[in-house]
């Protein structure tokens, strides 16, 4: 009798919970003065969209993000944005607070804040202000 192994998106709950992660981020987002403007829709809601199926399929759900967007090539969509500490640093800020709204069990927490973590690195392109 083999055991199947659950992806870590059937782990936390699936599609539920990275629609709760992507809405509760990008609440903060719509608040920020530094990241707000980074968003060339008024209307959050086709990037809510878009974090939220990166996300999934980055975590072993539905394949839908690469689907319809091709290879997620994150560097370069976020090139022509000035990603400095400060504005990771907020990215990070909102993010986490999202994170801990979906009251995951600490493993599965600190998994995905970690691995939050290393893409908002990756992502700062300049450290000027």
């Known amino acids: 009798m083999s055991e199947e192994l659950l992806?870590?998106?059937?782990?936390?709950?699936?599609?539920?919970?990275?629609?709760?992660l992507a809405h509760e981020f990008y609440k903060g987002v719509a608040k920020d003065p530094v990241l707000k403007p980074m968003y060339p829709e008024d209307d959050l809601?086709?990037?809510e969209e878009r974090l939220k199926l990166f996300l999934e399929q980055y975590w072993?759900?539905?394949?839908?993000?690469?689907?319809?967007?091709?290879?997620p090539r994150l560097?370069?969509?976020h090139m022509p944005y000035k990603i400095n500490p400060d504005a990771r640093d907020?990215?990070?800020g909102h993010m986490g607070?999202?994170?801990d709204t979906l009251?995951?069990?600490?493993?599965?927490?600190?998994?995905?804040?970690e691995?939050?973590?290393?893409?908002?690195?990756?992502?700062t392109n300049t450290f000027e202000d």
Request: cysteine-free.
């Open 7 to 20: 992806s870590f998106y059937d782990e936390v709950g699936g599609e539920p919970v990275f629609a709760k």
């Open 45 to 47: 809601g086709p990037a």
């Open 60 to 71: 072993g759900g539905p394949s839908t993000y690469s689907d319809t967007r091709g290879h």
């Open 75 to 77: 560097r370069m969509r």
């Open 90 to 92: 907020r990215w990070l």
């Open 97 to 99: 607070h999202a994170v």
């Open 103 to 113: 009251n995951l069990p600490p493993l599965q927490r600190e998994t995905l804040l």
């Open 115 to 123: 691995y939050l973590e290393r893409a908002a690195n990756a992502m």
